[in-house]
DNA sequence: TTTCATT
């Protein structure tokens, strides 16, 4: 019926009102369909415009491409059609690579020019808005692995192009597990909207991104790793989240109670309690979890009642912990420190975060001592209401800290929202920098550079 | 400055 070597092609970019028996006619032209499926959602049944297409010759699929592929928009769709072959028919992401830091005037033909030299490029893609303007950033996708590390080795913060605020980034695109991590973030941030206490949640965001750095640096391959298991969870939990209109609509539990509310107002307490304006107390022990950014946890115990910490030296998966009746926001949020603690309760956490906070943090980070050149980090677009203290602990992770430093308004005493922190040797500011810059925090994201030789400014 | 979707 279907040739052995037959060819299995995604068909992206079709509207939602096309079923079966409306692309048929499309594909029909090509040879003899095989298999024709619209991909819908496994349990709401909402089709998500692609479909799979097998043809029973593998020429027809070859044809079929040529033919269409990015070759004409159907009615509705901002984007032309897509005809590939299907991811599971041949090998993963490894070659796609994410370019960012174009500047807003460069085309797919400009950056495919740049890419040229470094092997065959199968795919080449400016990210563009509603309005056709340039995202400034695009993805490459090259042949092979090595093409594309290539292409890494020698354009990544190579050059600074026109209209861009820093240097040409040039790095492997984010793996599906990623993307749902930076989705989960935006949802984070908005949430920070409504309340300080979801800031806690997006700093915690911010760790976990920079565990998950951490860990790749220090052991190449993640993918065996228990974390993924949890990041997997952790996408289906914040769809979850998506799909029951969380941040439009108040939650309520069975019993009539917003846990959303309960929480936000146990963290009021918490803070009331404490005094909010009282440094945090750095945890002696570092492995107990990452040390939270206000010295205190998010979500002090789960709606059962049952204190987090004891789940997790119970040995307990949260999700299974927990009662099957738990709203969305609770279970992410559960799960968001879950998620933190994970790496350090099984030891998996790289040298960086088993040094010992604790002698640093006791010195008086006030003095506010420089490292030698190279070890001094530039910090912009802080939360206002970071301290020293919250950005020590920010980047304790990376390494020793001499010194952690949040400019303050003189007559205000209000932050400035920039700062500098200093470590005891440059690998260490250059892991800060990689791991922290550009990170999502509230509505801003992190600048995080190296502080310039004092100077470099001057002209005479 | 991370897509548009992959049964």
């Not at 897509?82 to 033909?109: C, H, I, N, T, Y």
């Not at 925090?441 to 030789?453: E, T």
Request: hydrophobic share 35%; aromatic share 8%.
């Amino acid at each position: 019926m279907k040739e052995p070597d037959a060819i299995k092609l995604f068909i992206g970019q079709i509207p939602r009102n096309l079923e079966e028996k409306d692309l048929k006619p499309i594909f029909e032209q090509f040879g003899k369909i095989y298999e024709l499926t619209v991909i819908k959602d496994k349990y709401t049944g909402v089709h998500k415009g692609c479909a799979f297409l097998t043809y029973c010759a593998r020429e027809s699929a070859v044809k079929a491409q040529s033919a269409l592929h990015e070759q004409k928009t159907l009615p509705g769709m901002n984007r032309p059609i897509q005809v590939k072959p299907a991811d599971s028919e041949g090998r993963g992401e490894d070659r796609k690579l994410f370019v960012g830091m174009l500047g807003k005037q460069q085309s797919d033909e400009d950056v495919r020019k740049m890419f040229e030299p470094f092997g065959s490029i199968d795919e080449c893609t400016v990210l563009k808005g509603p309005d056709g303007t340039s995202k400034g950033c695009a993805f490459v996708k090259f042949q092979s692995h090595s093409e594309a590390q290539s292409a890494i080795n020698s354009l990544h913060g190579s050059r600074t192009l026109p209209g861009a605020s820093s240097s040409l980034v040039v790095k492997f695109a984010d793996t599906d597990k990623e993307r749902g991590m930076r989705r989960m973030q935006q949802v984070a941030s908005q949430l920070s909207i409504y309340s300080p206490v979801t800031l806690n949640f997006n700093a915690y965001n911010a760790y976990t991104q920079a565990v998950l750095q951490q860990q790749a640096l220090a052991a190449q391959s993640s993918y065996l790793s228990p974390v993924s298991t949890v990041a997997a969870l952790q996408m289906q939990q914040m769809a979850a989240l998506n799909a029951n209109g969380i941040i439009a609509a108040p939650l309520t539990s069975s019993s009539g109670e917003s846990h959303l509310h309960h929480s936000i107002t146990a963290e009021l307490l918490a803070l009331q309690e404490r005094g909010a304006n009282t440094p945090p107390t750095i945890a002696a022990t570092p492995i107990s979890a990452l040390p939270p950014l206000n010295g205190y946890s998010p979500v002090q115990a789960t709606s059962n009642g049952q204190p987090i910490s004891e789940i997790y030296s119970s040995g307990v998966h949260p999700y299974q912990a927990q009662s099957p009746a738990l709203d969305p926001l609770q279970q992410a949020y559960a799960g968001m420190q879950y998620y933190t603690a994970y790496p350090t309760a099984y030891g998996l956490v790289s040298q960086p975060f088993l040094q010992q906070p604790t002698l640093v943090a006791q010195q008086q980070p006030q003095l506010q001592r420089e490292g030698p050149e190279g070890c001094n980090i530039f910090i912009y677009h802080l939360p206002q209401e970071f301290t020293d203290s919250e950005m020590l602990q920010m980047f304790l992770t990376f390494g020793n800290v001499i010194s952690a430093k949040v400019f303050v308004d003189r007559a205000t005493n209000q932050s400035k929202c920039f700062g500098f922190v200093s470590f005891d040797n440059p690998a260490s500011a250059q892991t800060a920098i990689q791991a922290m810059n550009g990170f999502q925090i509230g509505m801003k994201r992190l600048k995080v550079q190296l502080k310039r030789p004092k100077d470099a400014n001057r002209p005479y």
